[in-house]
């Protein structure tokens, strides 16, 4: 019996679906922008909720090929401060058989904890950065969380409040860093981490564009480094280019094209909390530890 999970995200919906045995059947992302507005309105969109509905719609009929019995699904920030987060929750619930799951901060963060260590080829210890459209989550830990915080900055969320102009004028990017230190002031690590990971699709993304990728490819990602001085170059090339320009760079999904820049920003001056020169990208985080927690229910 395979088993599939779901995670909800304020930019990206993502499925895992693992056989008995813990091998990987199929893996699918996909940018719907869910929390593009949130931040402002403190609700969802028709059209992000729509996507949204129409890839779990998708995902159903994908899961049924692979005959799955256990799904779990959980929803992430933009969904813990919409206020229609509920409501969508119980719209998937009904295509899905299973109602998602809005989870707090802190247990995002140890998701995100477990699925990145345990496929990390670095010594303890660990701290996970985990950037996602609407958080940003810092773990620390050896063999589990002895540290962590949410806080409510990301690449949508980072975008929406500070970068609404592609290319943006220099001022704008001033602020935006400026904005990303002041949310991060509240970050206080226990100790130094031996290993930075860094989980989610902000890194990966960088990092497939640094390596020169003539199209995504996961295995070459995994475990890639991504230094301050890469960061810095990557928001030098984004902050020259529009929306359209963004979205032909061949290793990027063209959807996340509009939040990208902002990414790069929140990944750069989280390096800096971290007293980190190189971050080592991770494939996995949440949704592996996710996946792999249904294995053990099974």
């Known amino acids: 019996m395979s088993v599939a999970a779901i995670d909800i995200g304020s930019n990206s919906v993502r499925l895992l679906v693992l056989d008995d045995e813990g091998a990987q059947l199929y893996r699918e992302s996909t940018v719907t922008a869910l929390g593009r507005g949130v931040d402002a309105t403190g609700r969802f969109r028709d059209d992000t909720v729509a996507a949204t509905l129409d890839v779990m719609h998708f995902y159903k009929e994908t899961m049924a090929i692979h005959d799955v019995g256990l799904t779990r699904a959980v ?44 496929n990390s080829s670095g010594e303890p210890p660990f701290l996970v950065i985990d950037i996602g459209g609407g958080s940003t989550e810092f773990v620390y830990g050896v063999t589990e969380p002895l540290y962590s915080t949410s806080i409510d900055i990301g690449s949508v969320r980072l975008t929406d409040r500070r970068l609404p102009d592609r290319p943006p004028t220099a001022t704008q990017l001033s602020e935006a860093s400026a904005h990303v230190d002041a949310e991060f002031s509240t970050v206080e690590l226990p100790g130094t981490p031996r290993t930075v990971i860094g989980a989610a699709g902000t890194f990966t993304s960088l990092a497939a564009i640094s390596l020169g990728l003539e199209q995504y490819d996961r295995d070459a990602v995994h475990d890639t480094t ?73």
């Open 75 to 118: 929803a992430t920030s933009a969904s813990r401060d919409a206020a229609n987060g509920l409501e969508l929750m119980d719209a998937i619930g009904m295509i899905l058989g299973t109602t998602p799951q809005i989870i707090s901060g802190d247990v995002e963060a140890e998701l995100a904890f477990s699925g990145a260590t345990a």
């Open 226 to 298: 991504l230094s301050r001085a890469d960061t810095k170059e990557l928001i030098d090339e984004l902050s020259a280019l529009t929306v359209e320009e963004t979205a032909a760079i061949p290793s990027l999904d063209p959807r996340r094209a509009p939040v990208i820049l902002a990414g790069a920003i929140v990944v750069d001056r989280a390096a800096v909390v971290a007293g980190a020169d190189v971050i080592l990208v991770s494939e996995y985080g949440l949704l592996s530890a996710v996946a792999t927690s249904l294995l053990a229910e099974g």
